[in-house]
């Protein structure tokens, strides 16, 4: 069948895989090159426990005429996460959006990637029914509209012979693809929080008073948190979402140390951002959240509403104290110097600035529009009785 | 100081009181009769434990001319616990609305039981910083325009004699009030689920797996998820919220069957509502707690809400099993007759009537607006750069 | 080219067709009988002057087996219009909706007769890069999953056969289609009004004051304002648009009857719905409005909304007196036995039962947390000048 | 009564008393002297026709110890009017906000002169039903906490006084205050347009293509707007509205300037920003005219807003040609630098870089959710037939 091997000298040109080292990708790489691709492998470590170097000679083993391998950890936490944290978000009142957000943190590298390379393809392991590959392709069309994508799992020349698992394994068993043995756990990126555009208002450390223990760079404090919370089985979540491409899934996720970032934030943010304002935010926190799920990260809309959202930052500063116990996280209390709590204004003993005849009138006034209505529908009423 | 009470013949007329038994209301209602009002005592069992006789006794021994004692619990769980479960409810991301839930209950017998009794006048015990005034008002205005509300913790003469617990207890002892010796726990009526407007649409039953235990009557049912999970400490929360008169405050909130809830209702609404059905659902949600927490839950526009969120109720039907453990909720699987998840639909080995090329083309026409927004960008880019 | 008739024999079954009787459906019926597809054609009237009896015998001429000439203008009134007047419907702040309306109701009648006739397929004459595509596809999967589209517009086979008019009038000559002699002006069925699923709240009867002429009927109101208020130039627009494949485009839209029931059910909803009742019923119309436009009529959400919005308008009843001048419409009164407007309250010579001290507390209260934002701002500020 | 007048030697301190040079704020003045304040008036030239120096003279005539008259036009066109035309910002569909833009403007001086003066109290002259006295005094208190506002039509001892306008003139004859002949037409400030925290994305000149004229200040060309747009009758209205303070109210507007840079803004935006963009911002602008309705515009919540729209506006730049008739605007055409119109793009001959085929899967994967739907719905009414 691959006979005319030969006559893939006439390269179909240089594509950049999203090579995760795994089965599929794997295959995907020697395909590509029997399509008669260059292929040049990039893998990102956005902080996942991998052997690096063998994911290296693996893929040029099995036939990457060049390996990428980028730590985009950094960005990854500091930039993507970040934005995340600030905002509270949440798809489906829910899922932390941990893979939605690593997504566009990888494609903008391998967009980079293949304009250093000059490739016109890029090519990624994502299937035909998920999330993921809109939102690697979004993002690549967004940063740069002209790349062609390569999506095997939706090129009927591909996914016919793949029926199965079985038949991938064959297909590897064939070109020397190293199978795993034990069907691997998932890739899980999953972990996060958010990034210093506004440099304040960040996570900036991270003080475990059981042992005195601190962390404070973006990165380390993420990690950090990731351990302690996983230990303690906080944030998994067991739930059915909607996919954007109209099915409804069912996923597992764990975001440990998204969970206490979100609790955390939720709570500081609560204590220093006006009643209003964080009402505003809600709301485009909720629009941002979807766009990220759907893969609309570089998007103008989404890069208008992390503006937003970054300014309603500017206040929310403080410390959260925190326990992680069996799973759950609890909030022992909080303190900041941009508080908005003012004890004297809300304590039962001392009235403070509070008059409390004003809100007599408050409530008065506020009652006017229903006691019209109750007027007109009294009315409405006698007239049908009569 | 007193003596003038002779002159109390000339009554100001009646005025129910909303009676919690405790000393506040006490010393209230003996402040109402020195006012010249004829008090109407009344007490609402919204589920609370409580020695209502005891507290029927000490109403009559203080002087109320009748003492009422109402059970509203069964009509608070299916007519307030119910849609704001419905709703999946949440002021400010965290709050489920216990307390804010049970004051329109309490106050719409408040004022049947004026209107019954021909009385002019209302009074409730509630303070003058604090967000229950306005909703146990708001909702009397609302239900009967013309009913004249007596609010003590706002009127000078009464407050500026008691500006501390201490001037409180002494006028308690002056007056033959007992003085309870500790401090009695904040009341809670906390604890809540859904009411069935749309009968298919609450909760019916549930069913204890470890021992075979089932309640089914919406009452028996909240009970019994009340002390399951508050022996599991679920649903405690320390929290800064904003309330309604402007001011931050913290609370301390325990809402164990709520929060049981909340999460299994989330959880079958996503299995059976569409997505663009429940993105739209939330977005009223949102109003509806704000509504709720600010005390119009007798408004044409919650009314309003209440009929919408209801009608998006009809598909969610089914079961959830969860367990509760260490103060979490965790949800181990649903089902139901009225599912919208297609396992084929969704498998990565079955196409089902998913056509991957699909995929190809909704991907391409959603980044069309991105590249064009790119194309732009790069174009004022070089100008600028010229 | 053509000389495989003779294996048409074998057909490719019965499509029905959208037909239109002008040039490109006309075109399109002759290619599917050439593609082997039986075709029945399917010409709806909505209101648009058109010589049916024409369009039915150059259909028959053309070759299609059958003809139905659906008379569904009043339906389109009352089941399309109405609902949209009601939601004071408008897509991006301006466009009426005249066509993004008439397309569920057209297909909805075409999925019928094709249910009707046995036909697996339906076709339209709609082009690859315009919402109508959309609007009509997506209404028909909505509501008979299983049927197959034909869009020929969208079909290399077609399209690259026919990349100007040019090529067009050839194959219509060759195949014995008349081909108009001038353009004929782009079909136009914008014209519009709300159906009654409230019977109480859709228009129910115009009188124009000067001659006492009156309409009662739905169709006969809307047609009778479409004259009138088309003969003032009320109505036109060139507006630059968002279409939901992701480009801008250019339109040039009347929608005379429209404008002027958007002004009047304006004014008496304005005059007749508690505040936030609208506010609540705005957000829902805009989603409605993005929803029509993008084509989702018949879906779920759709479906939802306007359930919830028929709700709002129960109290919604009057009379708007308005004129209609030179390209404009002028509301001149209103009135309403549900007029929420109480002129006693909101006179300046009388109370009426508002208390003028009452505003001091609410803005007091209102005040509140604007104080306290300035009292920590000031804080903030002075701390960075330290 | 009065006869204690040796008694205001012990003067009440000084009040600054935004004076309008009308019979209302005249009595006022006067009566502010006999509760024993100083008064200091100050009067807004926000563009209005007026006599300043005869008022000037006037108010001193009357006892006032200081005028200010204070040209604020300029930044009420450049800081209130600017961010409105940038918001489109509309109250319920149809008010362009003149007045409610102009108060906190106007109060933002008061406060200025209050503090430079010395002054503990400001005055206004609104009355207690109305919007104005809200945004004045919300105004007052966010820009200055400690301000003490003297509304005199909410204090008792001023408005019993005054039941009608009769009562207020037999008072002003007896004081010596003028009394207009006929009434005066009601106050007009409602002229507008937006303000250059963006420079590149505010009204910078217009051009009569009549006769060539072109104004390109701020003032000059808001004002020349005005003119123009008010000889054609352009932007009169007649509506019912909701005040704040509950309750419907009837107003007759004319915001001839401010329809016309309404309408242009609109069209260029439309042109030049995003869809989806476009889609967040009109949510946000919705909150912002309500919020300036209600008097926040002084406000954390404001800001935030006038922030985002803002950043919303960078690309929104360009021409609009438009033509004035008989009371409507008609918009002619647009162009722009930053246009995200592609005449290739949309062009029905031209494939440009768009793939019909691509329509085909986005209607498929977009109908996906609509089929599921449809499934179980048919699934759920066979099971209800059986």
């Known amino acids: 069948m691959w006979e005319g091997e030969s006559t893939m000298a006439q390269s179909k040109g240089t594509v950049v895989l999203a090579y995760s080292g795994g089965l599929d990708t794997s295959c995907i790489l020697v395909w590509l090159k029997e399509q008669g691709y260059d292929v040049v492998a990039y ?16 893929a040029l083993a099995l036939g990457a005429k060049k390996v990428y391998i980028e730590d985009v950890s950094r960005e990854f936490v ?44 890029v090519a990624h392991g994502a299937t035909g029914k998920g999330n993921d590959q809109v939102r690697f392709e979004l993002s690549c069309y967004a940063l740069c509209p002209k790349i062609k994508v390569v999506a ?13 698992r079985r038949e991938l394994m064959d297909y590897a068993k064939k070109h020397g693809i190293p199978v795993p043995v034990t069907p691997k756990t998932p890739w899980r990126p999953g972990v996060w929080s958010p990034s210093p555009l506004q440099p ?8 475990n008073t059981g042992d005195g223990a601190t962390r404070s760079s973006a990165l380390e404090l993420f990690v950090y948190l990731n351990d302690i919370a996983g230990k303690h089985g906080v944030g998994r979540i067991d739930i059915v979402e909607n996919r954007f491409v109209g099915m409804k899934s069912r996923g597992i996720y764990e975001t440990p140390a998204g969970t206490i970032l979100y609790h955390a934030h939720l709570d500081i943010e609560a204590f220093t951002m006006d009643r209003e304002v964080r009402k505003i935010k809600q709301g485009l926190s ?17 890069e ?39 004890e004297e204004l809300v304590s039962m003993n001392v009235q403070g600035d509070y008059e409390p005849a004003d809100a007599t009138g408050f409530i008065n006034i506020n009652s006017l529009r229903l006691k019209e209505y109750h007027r007109l529908q009294s009315k409405v009423t006698v007239k049908q009785d009569e």
Not at 93 to 108: E, H, S
Not at 200 to 207: A, E
């Open 43 to 58: 893998l990102a470590n956005i902080g996942q426990k991998e052997d690096f170097e063998a994911a290296r000679k693996k």
């Open 78 to 121: 500091e930039q993507f996460i970040w934005p995340a944290v600030q905002a509270n978000a949440l798809y489906e009142d829910r899922y932390l959006l941990g893979t939605a957000l690593a997504r566009p943190c990888i494609a903008r590298r391998l967009v980079e990637i293949a304009q250093r390379e000059g490739a016109q393809h």
């Open 152 to 164: 095997p799992w939706r090129l009927p020349e591909f996914y016919q012979c793949f029926p199965g």
């Open 200 to 207: 304040t208002c960040v996570p900036v450390k991270v003080t």
């Open 286 to 302: 909720l629009k941002f959240s979807e766009l990220v799920y759907n893969g609309f990260w570089h998007s103008p809309e989404c």
């Open 304 to 342: 208008f509403l992390r503006e937003c959202i970054g300014h309603s930052q500017e206040p929310v500063e403080g410390t959260v104290r925190l326990s992680v116990f069996k799973g759950h996280v609890y909030i022992l209390g909080r303190e900041s110097p941009r508080s908005l709590y003012n």
